[in-house]
């Protein structure tokens, strides 16, 4: 391992250059303040006459082929004003370019290179226009690549592709000059570009040189093939089970750690290394090796409200530390779980945790030990694994990262190896393990997906099968749901449709995938879906509607049921059945907040039996519970409810909350006998609120008595009320 450790670093010191070959971005408009010609000034956004009157005032452009210039409108077929024909007088457009010029060197990785922007020309790409594949001449010298800079004008097509040393990346500006925003692309005159076919409309740019000022080293791109060989074929000779992890030099946080964050000369190494792995065999995949330490709190500090603030405080003895990679980069492949490393595993070229930490946090005491302080240091990492591996790699993961790798098999032909998996995942998936995750987090519709790819009848309908059908059931949405009933037929899923009448979750998917069917106009689904609605009543007392409260669920279940009832309207039997099962846990809040609610969101469904008998029960329960309208209490005597339970303020009270004409009740007692009370009395629901009297010593907490109880009933009486009015509002027929 050492001497393979060896050579992959000779190869990486070899590996010059930094970041990417083409930088991309927008800007806010800005004015620039653009004359033609000392006469015509331009406004934004372009508006297709001022782009017309552009076009009198320009030339078709030429292209260098070999030593001459021509024009081919074959080749290149475009309009041009040549940048000494125009004016910039807006002093804030040289601001613009110089923020622009920021991130281009960012983007290149040219931090520390003097450049400037030369304006070269104004173009016009009309429909039709467009430039074949080609290369930037050197146009000035110094110049090193172009900078390019849409104009908002209306367009369609014309993308942008640039290509070096076999990668491509292409940019469209029409989505971004839509949204009133002026987009630009840089890159290095080595790579090959060009502008596709206009479709609609004109795109309107500015070209800039970018410029190299005086340096005895021209910046130009390093091609990586070489290193790509040479790495490829130092990985093909090892042989390791565990991933190889390689460490980039610069520290990175993990909010939106990606490829395309990678500082400086990382971005090119890892380019190279993750090119040089796949031609390898290998998977591979950015990671953040995070090396952790918490320690003492040396130095001179002082501690406030949030926590010790000092000027050169550090580390001093450690308590606790280690090494792991838990953070992946967003893009690329499927991520692998936390992975605990030691500091020799890694392979690099640098000192670790010589540099500050990235992120620290200081403590306040903690136990046995003083003031802590802990660090951060995430460096950037390339985790590699043989692709032989990957599979036991990954079958010792979490179903969080099982479920990510499901995701990336979809849709790829299989192995049996990668078969073996896939089936070994979907049995390994635990009801426990997934109440940790929601079934967005996880996306659990690749499992429908994949038994659709699967194709295979006889597994959904094996034990295992059946077993991740009842599992998933109701972790799956509807459309992904729609396409395994669309291959298989609703036939094959009768099993597990039998086992979700059992469960008010599992119910309510299975209703609301009906209904969800039931748009499709489909008899084979109508049929089968009337079969089991047959059953219905039989099935709603298993839910106890109205006894638990689960009104989410329950209201889901009654609107669909309402809806479903379509295929049953001629059976008056089977809605009365199904109504008698619905009411059977018959309450107010069942009655208001489902049954009510249901009617209400389901007027268009008014004209069905079911609607019409759910209506009556509702109305008749409604004029039953405001038949007797609450009065206010005819004297002070208060009752005490169950949920009074302190016994020994109970017993201070009990007279006073009994008595017809006290409506007051002062109790001079210490501030903890007064906190008793008032919690005894905020914990029930008894008609009493308490103030307290600041005088005197020790202070008088006062007990006055309310209407709340009243106040309670009544407000409950007239939400009925007005319930019922919208009710009586609905028209049904007899």
């Keep these: 391992m050492e001497a393979f450790t060896t050579k992959i670093l000779s190869v990486i010191k070899q590996i010059k250059g930094g970041g990417n070959y083409v930088v991309s971005g927008s800007e806010p408009i800005i004015i620039p303040g653009l004359i033609i010609n000392n006469a015509l000034e331009i406004s ?52 613009l370019i110089a923020d622009i010029l920021k991130k281009v060197k960012a983007g290149l990785g040219i931090e520390k290179t003097e450049v400037s922007a030369s304006f070269y020309k104004l173009l016009i790409y009309e429909t039709g226009d467009f430039f074949v594949a080609h290369k930037d001449s050197e146009k000035e010298k110094g110049m090193f690549g172009t900078l390019i800079i849409g104009l908002p004008s209306k367009h369609t097509g014309g993308a942008l592709s640039v290509r070096f040393d076999g990668k491509e990346e292409t940019f469209g500006f029409e989505d971004v000059v839509s949204q009133y925003q002026m987009p630009f692309v840089a890159f290095y005159a080595d790579c090959e570009h060009e502008i596709q076919k206009i479709n609609s409309g004109y795109r309107v740019c500015l070209t800039y040189n970018l410029m190299q000022k005086e340096s005895k080293n021209r910046l130009q791109l390093m091609e990586s093939k070489t290193y790509v060989q040479q790495m490829a074929a130092l990985l093909q000779q090892q042989v390791q089970e565990a991933p190889l992890i390689i460490l980039l030099k610069h520290q990175y ?30 998977f591979v995949k ?18 406030n409200n949030e926590g010790p603030k000092g000027g050169d405080s550090e ?100 192995s049996k190896e990668e078969l073996f998996f896939i089936k070994s995942t979907f049995s390994e998936i635990r009801p426990s393990e997934l109440s940790h995750w929601s079934a967005r987090e996880l996306n659990l519709d690749i499992v429908a997906d994949l038994l659709v790819q699967l194709n295979d009848n006889e597994y959904l309908q094996s034990d295992e099968g059946f077993a991740l059908q009842v599992k998933l059931f109701d972790k799956i949405y509807i459309a992904h749901w729609e396409k395994l009933v669309g291959h298989y037929g609703l036939p094959a899923f009768k099993k597990v449709f039998s086992v979700a009448t059992e469960n008010i979750k599992l119910f309510k998917h299975l209703l609301e995938l009906f209904d969800h069917l039931t748009t499709r106009d489909n008899e084979a689904y109508n049929t089968f879906i009337t079969a089991m609605l047959q059953e219905l009543p039989e099935f709603l007392p298993m839910m106890h509607l109205g006894e638990k409260g689960n009104r989410h669920a329950e209201l889901s279940i009654v609107s669909h049921t309402i809806k479903l009832s379509n295929y049953k309207n001629h059976d008056a039997h089977w809605v009365t059945q199904v109504v008698k099962s619905m009411v059977a846990g018959l309450n107010r809040g069942f009655v208001n907040n489902v049954l009510a609610e249901a009617l209400l969101l389901n007027k268009d469904n008014k004209q069905l039996l079911l609607y019409a008998a759910i209506l009556k029960v509702c109305k008749h329960q409604l004029r039953g519970s405001i038949a007797n309208k609450p009065l206010p209490p005819a004297s002070w005597s208060r009752a005490i409810p169950e949920t009074f339970t302190n016994k020994a303020m109970l017993a201070v009270i009990s007279s006073f909350v009994a008595s017809p004409t006290e409506e007051f009740f002062d109790y001079r007692v210490n501030q903890q006998v007064r906190n008793e009370m008032e919690s005894a009395i905020n914990n029930s629901k008894i008609d009493l609120r308490t103030e307290t009297i600041r005088k005197g010593s020790p202070h008088t907490l006062r007990l006055i008595k309310t209407q709340g109880s009243f106040l309670r009933l009544f407000k409950k009486w007239e939400e009925d009320v007005e319930l019922l009015e919208r009710l009586e509002r609905i028209a049904v027929a007899d």
Excluded at 72 to 90: A, C, H, P
Excluded at 286 to 303: K, N, P, R, S
Excluded at 365 to 393: D, F, P, S
């Design 44 to 95: 934004f956004p372009l508006a297709v006459m001022q782009i017309e009157a552009l076009i009198k005032q320009a030339h078709k452009a030429p292209f260098g082929k070999g030593s001459k210039t021509i024009v081919d409108t074959n080749v290149r077929s475009v309009w041009e004003i040549d940048g000494d024909k125009i004016l910039f007088l807006n002093p804030a457009w040289d601001v």
């Design 253 to 282: 946080t993990p909010e939106n750690f990606s490829l395309e964050s990678l500082k400086h000369n990382d971005r090119f190494k890892a380019d190279v290394i993750m090119r040089a792995a796949e031609d390898a065999g290998y």
């Design 286 to 303: 950015l990671g953040l090796f995070t090396c952790y330490e918490m320690g003492e709190l040396d130095g001179d500090f002082y501690y």
């Design 315 to 414: 580390m001093g003895e450690v308590h606790e530390a280690y090494t792991h990679i838990q953070h992946w980069a967003k893009d690329g492949l499927p991520a692998l779980g936390e992975m605990s490393i030691n500091e020799g595993e890694v392979i690099r070229d640098f000192e670790l945790k010589k540099d500050d930490p990235i992120a620290t946090e200081e403590e306040g005491y903690m136990g046995n030990y003083g003031m802590t302080v802990e660090y951060w240091y995430h460096y950037g990492a390339i985790v590699l694994w043989r692709k032989e591996q990957h599979l036991n790699l990954i079958a010792k993961q979490g179903i969080d990262i099982k479920i990510g790798w499901l995701h990336y098999y979809s849709g790829k032909a299989w």
